[in-house]
C-alpha cells in the first residue's frame, strides 16, 4: 500500500513542478518589468531542481539552486536594481508585433525540433551503451563521489581548461571593468 | 547478541512519512517559540551587558513581553507607502523569513529515537546531499532583502538591499570556502555523516579552528548581525531595507533575523561542535537507541544551539558597525585568500597522512590534524595577522591617514585660534 501511495505522490509531483516550470517560463518572457522576470526565471530554475532531485539527481538539483538560483540570479537583480531599471512601463525592451510573431516563430521551431529529436534514433558512436558504463549509484555511500571521481581522474585535463577558461574570462572582466587611471587625470 | 526488535529497525514507508510529518510540525512550532523567545533574550542580553533591567513589566520576568510584543505588531496599521510594487512589497518579508527556516530540515537534532513502529532518525530529512542543500537555501535568504528594498520605492531602503546582497554575495563564497574543509576531513557531505565523524575524529573546531572562525565571521556577515548590519545601518539609512515596514510586516523581518541567526547556530554546531554528540562519552553514541539518550542529545544540542545565539547576541552590544569598504575589503581580501590557502594545506596534510597509512579515527590522526591545527592559528594570530587583517579599523594605512588629517585639522586649529587672538 505504501509503495503504490509514493508512486502515485511521484507522479503527481511530477507533473506539478512540470506544470508550475512551464507557467513560470511564459511569465517570465511575457512580463514587462525587469525585476518581476527574473524572479519568474528563479522560479523556473527552482521547479527544474525539483525535477532534478525527482530524477536522483540530487547533486545537480542543489547545485542548480546554488549557482543559478542563489548567485547568478541575485547579480542579475543587483544589476538591476542598481541601473533602477524596472519602474514603470517607459524602460520595457518589448518590441512591436513583428518582433513578437518573429520570436513565437522561433520557438515553435526550436520546440519542433526537441519534439523531433526526442523521437528519433541517435547514431551508434552518440548513444551511450550499457558496457561503457553509467554505473547504479549506491546513494548511502554519498552521491558526490561517483560524480567528482570521474572529474578529477580520466576527464582532469577537460575540467583544467575549462576552469583556465573560466579564469580568462575573470582577468577580462576585471580588465574591463578596471577604472583607467590615466584617462581619469 | 540480543535479537533486535522492531525499535531498532527502520519503519515502514507509511509510519516513516506519519513520522516526517510530526517531525515538521514538532520543529516549526518549538522553532517559532524560541525564535519569539530569542527576541526577548536579545533585549534582556543588552540591559544585563548595559547594567540595565531590560523588560520586566508584562508576566514574572518579563516573560511574556514576547506575546505582549505580538499582540502589538498585530494591532498596529499596515502602512502601504504610494508606489511600492505591491506583489512583492508584500512577499518580501515572507521570503526573507522562510529561507531560514526550510534549512533545518536537513540538520540532526539527536540520536535516532526508538518507537514500537521503528527507529525514527531525528533529523526532518537526512538527504545525501545535506550541506549542499543547506547552502543553495541559505544563498536565497538574500531575495527577501533586496526585494524589500526595492519594491519600497525608497532610496534609503534600495541602498540597504544594495548592500545586502554585494554582502551576502562576497561572504557566501569565504562561508563556503571554509566549510569544503570540513568537507575534506569528513569524505561526506550528509550533515548525519559530518557528526559521525566528529564523534569518530573529535570536534572539527579542534582540528579546523581556522574554518571555524571564517564560518563565524561569515555568518555573521549573512545574517546581518553587528558588525556587519550594513543593510539597516540607522545612522546612514534611516532602517535600511525595511524602512517602510509596519506592523506584522516589520515584525517578519524581525522574526527573520533571529531565525537566520538560530539556523546560523545550528549549522555551526553540527559543523564545527559535533552535533548532538556529548563530550566526554561514548554512551551516547554506541550502542541500541534509547529514549533516554534521544533526550540527552537533544538537550545538548539544544544547549550548543543557544549558547552559540548567546554569543551572537554578545557581540553585538560589544563590537561597533564596520564601515562598507572595511566590510569588503575583509571579505575579498583577507577571508576569500585565507579560506583558500586553509583548503591546500588541510588538503595536503590529509592526502599526506592517508597516503602515510595512518587511520582517519585513531590517535595519530588527531594528533597530526591538531598540531597542524595549533601552528596554523599561532601563525595566522600572532605572526602574519598582529592586529592589521583581521581588525582593518586598525589598519596600518587607516591609522596613517586618520593622523594625516588630524595633523591638518591640528594646524588648521591652531591658525584659527592664532586669528582670533
Known amino acids: 500500500m505504501g509503495n503504490v501511495f509514493v508512486s502515485l505522490l511521484y507522479g503527481f509531483n511530477f507533473y506539478l513542478f512540470g506544470l508550475i516550470a512551464i507557467a513560470s517560463a511564459l511569465l517570465f518572457v511575457t512580463r514587462k518589468s525587469p525585476v518581476a522576470a527574473a524572479l519568474w526565471l528563479v522560479n523556473v530554475m527552482f521547479c527544474l531542481a525539483a525535477l532534478y532531485v525527482m530524477l536522483d539527481a540530487q547533486f545537480i538539483g542543489a547545485i542548480q539552486v546554488l549557482v543559478y538560483a542563489g548567485a547568478i540570479m ?112 | 547478541m540480543p535479537p533486535l526488535d522492531a525499535s531498532q529497525l527502520p519503519p515502514s514507508t507509511l509510519f516513516f512519512l506519519l513520522a516526517t510529518v510530526v517531525k515538521m510540525l514538532a520543529i516549526f512550532t518549538l522553532y517559532m517559540v524560541v525564535v519569539a523567545y530569542t527576541t526577548l533574550a536579545e533585549r534582556k542580553v543588552s540591559a544585563w551587558i548595559q547594567d540595565r533591567h531590560g523588560p520586566n513589566r508584562v508576566g514574572p520576568w518579563g516573560l511574556l513581553q514576547v506575546a505582549a510584543d505580538g499582540l502589538k505588531n498585530f494591532m498596529k496599521e499596515e502602512t502601504m507607502p504610494g508606489d511600492v510594487y505591491k506583489p512583492l512589497f508584500i512577499l518580501a518579508p515572507a521570503l526573507a523569513f522562510c529561507s531560514a527556516m526550510i534549512a533545518w530540515a536537513v540538520i540532526p537534532f539527536g540520536a535516532p529515537l526508538p518507537t514500537p513502529w521503528g527507529r525514527i532518525d531525528l533529523v526532518v530529512a537526512d538527504l545525501p546531499i545535506g550541506f549542499l542543500y543547506v547552502l543553495a537555501i541559505t544563498s536565497l535568504g538574500v531575495y527577501g532583502i533586496v526585494l524589500a528594498g526595492w519594491s519600497s520605492n525608497n532610496k534609503y531602503a534600495l541602498l540597504g538591499g544594495l548592500r545586502s546582497s554585494a554582502q551576502m554575495i562576497s561572504y557566501e563564497i569565504a562561508m563556503g570556502m571554509s566549510t569544503v574543509c570540513v568537507l575534506l576531513v569528513a569524505g561526506n557531505v550528509s550533515l548525519n555523516a559530518i557528526v559521525a565523524q566528529q564523534v569518530a575524529t573529535g ?119 564596520f564601515r562598507y569598504d572595511q566590510l569588503m575589503s575583509l571579505g575579498w581580501k583577507f577571508m576569500l585568500p585565507l579560506a583558500l590557502v586553509y583548503i591546500v594545506i588541510v588538503a595536503s596534510a590529509i592526502l599526506g597522512l592517508d597516503a602515510a597509512g595512518v587511520a582517519r579515527t585513531g590517535w595519530a590522526f588527531k594528533g597530526a590534524m591538531g598540531s597542524i591545527n595549533l601552528v596554523l592559528l599561532i601563525l595566522l594570530f600572532f605572526v602574519i595577522d598582529r592586529g592589521r587583517l583581521i581588525s582593518p579599523a586598525s589598519s596600518r594605512i587607516d591609522r596613517e591617514r586618520v593622523a594625516r588629517i588630524r595633523r591638518a585639522t591640528d594646524t588648521r586649529s591652531t591658525l584659527g585660534s592664532g586669528e582670533a587672538h
Open chain 1, 74 to 185: 541575485v547579480v542579475f537583480l543587483f544589476v538591476v536594481m542598481l541601473l533602477n531599471l524596472g519602474r514603470g512601463d517607459a524602460d520595457s525592451d518589448m518590441r512591436g508585433s513583428v518582433g513578437r510573431i518573429a520570436a513565437g516563430a522561433v520557438g515553435l521551431a526550436l520546440l519542433a525540433e526537441v519534439m523531433v529529436l526526442a523521437r528519433s534514433r541517435f547514431p551508434e558512436e552518440l548513444t551511450l551503451r550499457a558496457a561503457q558504463g553509467l554505473a547504479p549509484v549506491d546513494v548511502t555511500a554519498g552521491v558526490i563521489g561517483p560524480i567528482a571521481g570521474p572529474l578529477f581522474n580520466e576527464y582532469l585535463l577537460a575540467f583544467e581548461l575549462t576552469s583556465i577558461l573560466l579564469l580568462t574570462a575573470i582577468v577580462g572582466a576585471v580588465l574591463i571593468g578596471k577604472k583607467r587611471v590615466t584617462d581619469a587625470r
Open chain 2, 203 to 321: 570536534w572539527n573546531v579542534l582540528i579546523l579552528s581556522i574554518a571555524a572562525f571564517i564560518f563565524l565571521v561569515a555568518a555573521f556577515a549573512e545574517t546581518n548581525r553587528v558588525p556587519f548590519d550594513l543593510p539597516e545601518a540607522e545612522s546612514e539609512l534611516i532602517a535600511g531595507y525595511h524602512a517602510e515596514y509596519s506592523g506584522m510586516k516589520f515584525s517578519m523581518f524581525f522574526i527573520a533575523e533571529y531565525a537566520n541567526v538560530l539556523t546560523a547556530s545550528a549549522l555551526f554546531v553540527s559543523l564545527f561542535f559535533g552535533g548532538w554528540d556529548i563530550p566526554f562519552t561514548r554512551w551516547d553514541n554506541a550502542g541500541p537507541a534509547t529514549v533516554t539518550k534521544s533526550l540527552l542529545t537533544v538537550a545538548m544540542f539544544g544547549f550548543k544551539t543557544y549558547s552559540c545565539v548567546l554569543f551572537y547576541i554578545w557581540i553585538r552590544w560589544t563590537l561597533p558597525r
